[in-house]
């Protein structure tokens, strides 16, 4: 198995226990901002760490070029964008749609990595990514059915921006990872890390100071449960930024969608929630779709 898989489905597998995690950020009294804050707060030191550790190791770091920060700079805003919607759906009674809607990120990235870094996506791999797509629909739709959900809705448009962003801070990674002179995958993608996730906690902070003051200290107050999701965010990020360093966004992020396995198996061994027909039916073309990518790549 090619590393860039195991590493994405190790990332994946991260990012579902950080979603938990956030989740619950909200029950604790922090806002939207404080709980997108608490993923960059603590993260970012560690990336510094890390890249520190490379460096001592024998690393050269030479400073990026002027080509490395419009990449690390769009990454970075729309990532922070991304995860507000994501964090604000948890508080809608449609969360279910949204979610089904952010997973348009798929065929976004495919569609920004053929203009933006002109790697596109062979017609296999998109047959592929749209079967994975049709799963992750299926898995996401409320038990009530699509009938009872206006499309016109607050989660509907949170979802697709959510998406879209997601999709374009993707195609921003891989691009950043591109840019950095090393021969080597893994400090590529240190050094974008450390960047964004240095340039990210810098920018929310400003932001909360700005529009919503005490919740910095609140958040650091409550770094109990926060430093756990700033713990699992870097982790899930690294494992992202690694396998952008070594195989398209497009392929990467539709592998990546074993994450809503991951979720329903957590539904199922920890909750003890049935699955449905429709599920087993989602699952089977999400793991289709996932396999068909696996293989073209």
Known sequence: MEL????????????????????????????????????????????????????????????????????????????????????????????????????????IVALFSAVILAEPVSNAGLIAIAIGTAGVILLSRPAKGWGHFSIFNRAVALGLTAGA????????????????????????????????????????????????????????????STAFVGLTGILGSFGWFLAFALMNAAYVRSLGQIELIFSLAVSVLIFHEKVTARELFGIALLAAGIVGVVAIA
């Open 165 to 224: 962003l997601f999709g374009l801070s993707s195609v921003g990674y891989r691009g950043a990872t591109l840019q950095v002179a090393s021969d080597s995958p893994l400090f590529r993608a240190t050094v974008a890390l450390a960047a964004v996730s240095t340039f990210q906690a810098l920018a929310m902070r400003f932001w909360l100071n700005w529009r919503e003051p005490g919740e910095v200290g609140r958040v650091i107050a409550a770094w109990r």
């Open 4 to 107: 860039w898989v195991i590493v994405t489905i190790a990332a994946a597998a991260v990012q579902t226990l950080r979603f938990l995690l956030q989740k619950r950020l909200k029950g604790i009294g922090l806002s939207t901002g404080g709980a997108t804050f608490s993923r960059f707060l603590f993260g970012a030191p560690l990336a510094l760490a890390v890249l520190a550790v490379l460096v001592v190791a024998g690393e050269r770091l030479v400073w990026p070029d002027w080509t490395f920060w419009p990449y690390m700079l769009m990454g970075g805003v729309t990532q922070i964008v991304a995860t507000f919607c994501t964090v604000a759906l948890f508080s809608e009674r449609s969360f279910a749609v949204g979610i089904a809607f952010t997973k348009s990120e798929t065929l």
